[in-house]
């Protein structure tokens, strides 16, 4: 659900003919952030996770268990990063089945790349990097602190904070902060023929998991010396 939606948003902004086409970048905030929402719904009975990131920044606290039941341990936190994977690579699938007509009007390799997966504006690993680790870490610690709060409004301030992490932090990388979302599609485009793909971006396809792990196990630590 989250890959089909927040997928789905970017092919409708960037893909030829596409009634959304040239919507920009904050639609394309918005759409994320409202793919969140849906995931984190139909998530609840893992504890609504969507994001490995999320899943080692819990482990890092400390916790005792992904959600009520399921505790943390090796075969747990291995199913968990598996579903979402495979989660991710099914959404992908998906959003090319609605828009498969679009992407065959579409020349531009490079956005269609980018349905699928995330790029640098400024090709800089070392700060690209740095900025998935920041957008990750936020996510993760805000995630975290909100287990503090008496409200219950869970989905939707997740939905929330993803679009101003978008907004703020997204424009150097487009803002992967979760390495299931990038690898999975990445894969799928890899393995899946269609007209004018163009390269995968291996080079570059190990930012998106490695920034967005780091932060979220940072941001676990943190938030069990400071909660």
């Given at each position: 659900?989250?890959?089909?939606?927040?997928?789905?948003?970017?092919?409708?902004?960037?893909?030829t003919?596409?009634?959304?086409?040239d919507?920009?970048?904050?639609?394309?905030?918005?759409?994320?952030?409202?793919?969140?929402?849906?995931?984190?719904?139909?998530?609840?009975?893992?504890?609504?996770?969507i994001?490995?990131?999320?899943?080692f920044?819990?482990?890092?606290s400390?916790?005792?268990?992904?959600?009520?039941?399921?505790?943390?341990?090796?075969?747990?936190?291995?199913?968990?990063?598996?579903?979402?994977?495979?989660?991710?690579?099914?959404?992908?699938?998906?959003?090319?089945?609605?828009y498969?007509?679009?992407?065959?009007?579409?020349?531009?390799?490079?956005?269609?790349?980018?349905?699928?997966?995330?790029?640098?504006?400024?090709?800089?690993?070392?700060?690209?990097?740095?900025?998935?680790?920041?957008?990750?870490?936020?996510?993760?610690?805000?995630?975290?602190?909100?287990?503090?709060?008496?409200?219950?409004?869970?989905?939707?301030?997740?939905?929330?904070?993803?679009?101003?992490?978008?907004?703020?932090?997204g424009?150097?990388?487009?803002?992967?902060?979760?390495?299931?979302?990038d690898?999975?599609?990445?894969?799928?485009?890899?393995?899946?023929?269609?007209?004018?793909?163009?390269?995968?971006?291996?080079?570059?396809?190990?930012?998106?998991?490695?920034?967005?792990?780091?932060?979220?196990?940072?941001?676990?630590?943190?938030?069990?010396?400071?909660?």
């Open positions: 659900m989250l890959i089909l939606l927040g997928g789905g948003v970017v092919a409708n902004v960037l893909l003919k596409s009634k959304g086409f919507g920009g970048w904050l639609l394309i905030n918005f759409g994320w952030g409202l793919a969140v929402f849906a995931g984190v719904y139909v998530s609840f009975a893992s504890g609504a996770h994001n490995p990131a999320v899943t920044g819990i482990w890092a400390g916790s005792t268990e992904f959600a009520p039941g399921i505790p943390v341990d090796p075969a747990n936190f291995a199913t968990y990063i598996v579903a979402q994977m495979i989660g991710a690579m099914i959404g992908a699938v998906l959003v090319y089945v609605a498969k007509r679009h992407f065959d009007e579409t020349d531009d390799a490079g956005a269609k790349l980018a349905i699928f997966s995330t790029g640098p504006a400024i090709r800089a690993y070392g700060w690209n990097l740095a900025t998935e680790f920041l957008g990750t870490f936020v996510l993760v610690f805000v995630v975290l602190s909100f287990g503090n709060w008496p409200g219950d409004i869970g989905p939707l301030a997740v939905a929330l904070l993803v679009v101003g992490i978008g907004a703020s932090l424009g150097p990388t487009g803002y992967a902060i979760n390495p299931a979302r690898l999975g599609p990445r894969i799928i485009h890899a393995i899946m023929p269609f007209k004018g793909k163009g390269s995968s971006d291996w080079s570059y396809a190990w930012v998106p998991v490695v920034g967005p792990i780091l932060g979220g196990i940072a941001a676990g630590l943190l938030s069990s010396a400071v909660y």
